[in-house]
């Protein structure tokens, strides 16, 4: 069975009402700033490319930024530098819930705004606040790359989605961010899409079947990393064969599991194997490569000629 036989038995699919004004407020808001700061996962940087964002975004000097690189594959996050940067996208990749990370920042943004910044030198503005609209999808990191670039809790932040719900100004020495609140958006342009952000958690869990996800989840990650799934649950290569619900029973038997009667309670195991995942203990992985030039190509970011 294959993870779109999984997880299309429903479509998955969340966007509230606040996302819809989250895009007219950044639609509103983008002429007030010098550029953006796109947040993404290192795990699924393709996934976590919103393309409303890039669309509303267009035409302003644009930074990426491939955040939870800690729970990455790191080989397979140099290729992604290499990829965005290739299409001539500012890229780099950081672990922003280690303080003062997320200053590394600071040099790009002014390589980004150069031209920008001569043209305030010239007219004697040295010095001028930066502004900075910092978007994303629900959950990949914004408000915790927030707290890490001004060095002290500015922005709430939860492993969860759907936290920050309004924009928020924060002024960081020549700095202002503006912190826009995780949206997706309305339909997904494939299921892999959608269950790869639904895996990370960008997608409120309270809509998605638990064990759907997780059987998902078993048979994306045991196509590219068979082993640290054997080694994480203990089990021999027999199991990568089993259909992916079998494979969830085997998991949650082998973690006793059980219930009356001696079956695995696949949901008790479902919300364990997704939690670690969530929390890297199943070591560091990817779950997207980089798609040839041909395929798929980055936009080119414009300069902003105001």
């Known amino acids: 069975m294959s993870q779109n036989d999984i997880i299309n038995r429903r479509v998955i699919q969340w966007f509230p009402g606040h996302m819809t004004r989250t895009l007219r407020v950044m639609e509103k808001e983008i002429k007030n700033v010098d550029c953006v700061l796109q947040i993404l996962d290192a795990r699924i940087p393709l996934s976590s490319l919103n393309p409303e964002i890039e669309r509303i975004t267009a035409g302003k000097p644009h930074l990426y930024v491939l955040n939870k690189a800690d729970l990455a594959d790191p080989d397979i996050t140099r290729q992604w530098l290499a990829y965005f940067k290739s299409a001539g996208a500012g890229c780099l990749a950081m672990d922003s819930k280690q303080r003062g990370k997320a200053t590394a920042v600071k040099a790009p943004i002014e390589r980004e705004l150069s031209q920008l910044m001569e043209r305030r030198r010239r007219r004697g503005m040295v010095g001028a606040t930066i502004r900075v609209m910092v978007v994303g999808i629900p959950n990949v990191g914004k408000s915790t790359f927030i707290n890490s670039f001004a060095g002290t809790t500015r922005a709430k932040a939860a492993d969860k989605p759907g936290v920050t719900r309004g924009k928020q100004w924060i002024t960081v020495d020549d700095f202002e961010l503006m912190d826009m609140p995780g949206v997706l958006w309305k339909k997904f ?118």
């Open 189 to 306: 342009d494939s299921l892999e899409t959608a269950s790869n952000l639904a895996f990370i958690g960008s997608i409120k869990d309270d809509i998605l079947d638990i064990e759907e996800l997780a059987c998902g989840l078993l048979s994306s990650v045991r196509g590219i990393y068979p082993q640290q799934l054997l080694a994480r649950y203990k089990l021999d290569e027999s199991a990568l064969v089993l259909p992916p619900y079998d494979l969830l029973q085997a998991i949650g038997a082998k973690r006793g599991m059980l219930v009356s009667g001696g079956e695995v309670d696949t949901e008790r195991a479902a919300k364990m194997l997704v939690g670690e995942f969530r929390a890297s203990k199943w070591g560091r992985l990817s779950l997207e490569r980089p798609p040839q030039r041909t395929q798929q190509e980055v936009p080119d970011d414009e300069e902003d000629e105001q």
